[in-house]
């Protein structure tokens, strides 16, 4: 996995003087301008080496390659004839590392788009489009008296993980032999009078090229239920934002954010402790959008059912093989991580209904590690729109497809 700064992103090499014109046309984050295809490309007049070099770099972004970024778009060949070079070739002309080689000729791994489809058309522009979503969404069968909960209520998931309502968390295995007793998790989703008046602060906003310039001053504690008054949101609640498991889960989460663009769905990450160098760390290199910090531990609070859902590494961690397998599919991402702040208040995510709809969705890390997974945080983001748009189902296929 690779940063999410624009800047990092197209390096020294040919889209660095595209800039200005990216920004322009609404191309003003990582997500988005990887999901270009070829027609976006001709739109803001792209010579053919560009366009490689978008390929190119979009493609080792998906590996966490992105240091071969700048040699491999100067050699002057495109993808395919890159990947068509022997392991030898890779080795001795760039110079690439054994397993780095291996993660780069996996074709299968971490699929981007097809250049073929995009959320966005030459016909109208990226507002537009979204805001036609979000017309599309208020034709929806439920009702409007009916609530997001009351929506949801009956849906089923059918991917191994425990479902009770809208609330879900992944299943617990036998600690130490059965010794060691995992800690409950909540059975009901949290009442929405239990997050609508927390306060929280904007740390930093949505990162857009140029952004990291901009930012100086943090701005002053609001109330959260301001934040979805208008369009539902999404939470993620990062239980320590140097954990390199936390990192992992904010990359995955904010790769899909055309899909949740094009169904008119925000996106927060929230932490329960502010450290500055830790926020600078986070931001935007793991995690692109705004950052909220939640001082009164509210949203923390709810997924406990009112109190902290904590657990020590002991138990929760070198007990725990599920926490440890989480451990490793993080650490096979190549990110890095650190030890600062407090690790043992457990995290999860919200899915949030427009205005006061509700509480659609609440996932609990009941393992250090555990994901919301993306699909089904995809699908309870449909299902609350009621929209099914085209070109979210073909990002959706593309996902389905790694």
């Known amino acids: 996995m690779a940063s ?3 800047e990092d992103f197209v390096g020294n090499g040919r889209l660095k003087e595209l800039l200005p014109k990216l920004l322009d046309h609404g191309w003003d984050d990582v997500p988005t301008l990887k999901a270009m295809n070829s027609d976006d490309m001709d739109d803001i007049g792209m010579t053919r080496p560009q366009k490689d070099a978008l390929e190119i770099r979009s493609y080792l972004h998906d ?26 070739d890779l080795s001795s002309l760039y110079p690439m590392k054994r397993g780095h080689i291996a993660r780069f000729m996996d074709r299968k791994q971490h699929n981007p788009p097809s250049r073929n489809n995009s959320i966005y058309t030459k016909s ?19 009702g409007s008296d009916i609530t997001v909960e009351q929506s949801l209520a009956s849906f089923k998931i059918k991917d191994g993980h425990v479902f009770k309502g809208v609330v879900a ?29 927390i306060s929280v602060q904007k740390l930093v906003p949505e990162y857009k090229i140029g952004t990291e310039r901009l930012i100086k001053t943090k701005s002053p504690p609001m ?44 996106l927060f990450a929230v932490l329960h402790e502010h450290i500055e160098s830790e926020v600078n760390d986070f931001w935007p290199k793991y995690w692109g959008g705004v ?24 138990s929760g961690f070198l007990f725990n093989p599920r926490a440890i397998a989480n451990y490793k599919r993080a650490k096979a991402t190549g990110l890095e991580m650190n030890f600062k702040g407090e690790g043992e208040t457990k995290g ?18 009941r393992n250090f590690g555990d994901w919301a997974p993306p699909s089904e945080v995809v699908e309870i983001c449909t299902r609350i729109q009621n929209i099914q748009p085209e070109s979210v189902k073909s990002l959706r296929e593309d996902e389905e497809e790694e």
């Open 4 to 6: 999410f700064s624009t």
């Open 63 to 88: 590996r966490a390659l992105m240091q071969y970024g700048d040699q491999l778009e100067a050699s002057g060949k495109s993808l395919a004839e890159l990947l068509s070079l022997s392991n030898t």
């Open 124 to 142: 109208e522009n990226n507002s537009q489009k979204l805001e036609n979503t979000t017309r599309n969404s208020r034709k929806s069968s439920f």
């Open 169 to 197: 968390s992944v299943p617990v295995e036998p600690r130490a032999c059965g010794c060691v007793q995992p800690p409950p998790v909540v059975e009901n989703v949290a009442p929405y009078s239990t997050i609508e008046n």
């Open 223 to 266: 109330k959260v239920s301001e934040l979805w008054r208008d369009k539902p949101a999404i939470f993620v609640c990062i239980r320590r934002p140097g954990c390199i498991m936390c990192r992992a889960e904010a990359h995955q989460l904010y790769s899909k954010k055309p899909i949740f663009d094009a169904l008119g769905v925000q």
């Open 291 to 314: 950052v909220l910090y939640d001082e009164g531990q509210g949203f923390f609070k709810a997924l406990g059912g009112g109190k902290l859902l904590k657990e020590n590494f002991v």
């Open 348 to 365: 999860g995510l919200f899915v949030v209904g427009r205005g006061k709809n509700g509480i659609a969705y609440q996932f609990i890390e």
